[in-house]
């Protein structure tokens, strides 16, 4: 069997963001076997996996992308959205804007660190979409 809905995320400042209970929250009961598909709607935001216990780690993450690609980088041409955008769509394109987890026993099978980040590009909070699919098989 296999459902779709849309989950509408609230509003995040730039940065990387734990949604993994929102993500939770939206979609209530999961099969006992299956997969999550998570597909963000978006260019200039992504999807990762990673440590859910320390912020720290959300931190560093934050300083390092923004020091690998940086605003006001002259050589970009793309500048009719704001001088975060270019760079925004290319922190989107290396993170990836997909992820796919298994499900257990009814539950998310995620590593006992990890997480499910949204990571934001833009310097404004925008709504931002993701299509949760899930494949289910009979048990």
């Not at 963001?17 to 939206?26: A, G, K, R, S, Y």
């Not at 076997?33 to 934050?62: I, M, Y």
């Not at 980088?73 to 009719?80: I, Q, R, V």
């Not at 270019?86 to 990890?114: C, D, R, Y």
Request: charged fraction near 20%; charge should be negative; glycine fraction near 6%.
């Amino acid at each position: 069997m296999i459902t779709q809905r849309e989950i509408h995320l609230k509003n995040h400042r730039k940065g990387f963001h734990l949604i993994t209970h929102e993500i939770i929250q939206q979609i209530g009961e999961f099969p006992k076997v299956g997969l999550l598909h998570l597909h963000l709607k978006h260019t200039s935001a992504g999807l990762t996996l990673n440590e859910n216990a320390d912020p720290s780690v959300r931190n560093d993450f934050e300083s390092f992308i923004n020091k690998m690609i940086p605003e006001n980088e002259p050589a970009y041409t793309h500048l009719s959205e704001g001088l975060d955008d270019m760079p925004a769509h290319i922190k989107s394109s290396l993170f990836g804007v997909e992820l796919t987890i298994p499900i257990t026993n009814h539950s998310l099978n995620l590593g006992t660190w990890q997480g499910i980040y949204l990571c934001e590009f833009r310097n404004y909070d925008g709504e931002r979409t993701i299509v949760a699919t899930i494949s289910s098989w009979p048990q």
